[in-house]
């Protein structure tokens, strides 16, 4: 197999895309999950693809964190509870220097801190390992919670699954953060409106769901979770929100399998791998979208 950082970065000016770029992260999230699949033939990929953007428009400005220094102490504490889709911010991190991006071909094999789910256990950049759904916002809440009681003023940031929204431990936290008032604590839901074996809407249907969280105390709002500006616009204005005694939610709409057509709106890949034919047009797919 030649370079894999060669491979995924050809076509770019030298071998190196602008990563403080997110149109161009949001892409190279999806190139390296695509090839991070193909390799270890794990699953998940429609996950992966639909949550692009919001993982990279919080590594690219809006995350307070330093590659350099991943432990720093005033660092923002990113939980991404839907940890299926973990090979999202093990691109995100590796292309943004926490680790060398040639780690990332090692992806779910024998031995390899890269697990299928996201794991904290040697990966730089990543706070808590997830993959039992409906657990991370509760511990959001809790590093929420704990940094005032210090007196810090870092943020915490819980991504979630629309499906995850299902759970009831996901409502407990969400009361208790309104309880205790964190409004530094901003939770992001990947609304792709699937989950597991078929859509949201036929399995647990979570609409009004906007409503929902403003009535459980919440500051909430609706985007295009694939614009990127309006992701950013959504982002700051939950920055902002700090003082007003309410954390903040952002309801991104997405589309699961994102930037590949066969995939999109199509739950067999929730868990599918592509190979062969179906790797080489999906590859095809993507590189005609290279930023």
């Known amino acids: 197999m030649e370079n894999y950082e060669a491979l995924v970065h050809r076509g770019f000016a030298n071998g190196k895309p602008d990563t403080e770029n997110a149109e161009v992260l949001a892409w190279l999230i999806r190139r390296n999950g695509l090839e ?11 996950s992966v693809f639909s949550v692009a953007e919001i993982i990279a428009v919080l590594y690219t400005g809006i995350l307070h964190v330093d ?42 094999g024998n031995g390899s801190v890269l697990s299928g789910h ?31 009681m210090n007196g810090e003023s870092w943020r915490t940031w819980v991504v979630l699954g629309d499906g995850e929204c299902d759970e009831g431990s996901v409502w407990e936290a969400a009361l208790q953060a309104a309880q205790f008032g964190l409004d530094r604590l901003c939770a992001v839901v990947d609304y792709n409106h699937m989950q597991s074996l078929f859509t949201v809407e036929k399995t647990l249907r979570l609409e009004p769901f906007e409503a929902k969280w403003r009535d459980f105390g919440w500051n909430a709002e609706s985007v295009d979770g694939h614009d990127t500006k309006a992701l950013r616009a959504a982002f700051a204005r939950a920055q902002e929100n700090a003082g007003s005694g309410k ?32 790797y080489e047009a999906a590859l095809k797919e993507l590189e005609a979208q290279r930023p």
């Open 36 to 46: 991070m699949s193909r390799i270890s033939r794990g699953s998940h990929i429609g």
């Open 67 to 108: 590659p350099r220094n991943p432990k720093m102490p005033d660092r923002d504490r990113l939980i991404l509870s839907k940890g299926h889709a973990g090979s999202a911010v093990y691109a995100a991190l590796a292309e943004r220097g926490f680790f060398p991006v040639e780690e990332l071909k090692n992806h779910y």
């Open 118 to 148: 996201v794991t904290h256990k040697g990966v730089p950049g990543v706070e808590v390992s997830t993959g039992s759904l409906g657990h991370g916002l509760s511990i959001g809440a809790g590093m929420a919670l704990g940094a005032r």
């Open 247 to 278: 954390p903040s939610v952002v309801l991104a709409h997405t589309v699961k399998g994102k930037g590949v057509s066969f995939m999109e709106n199509n739950i067999l890949w929730h868990y599918r791998t592509p190979q062969g034919e179906e």
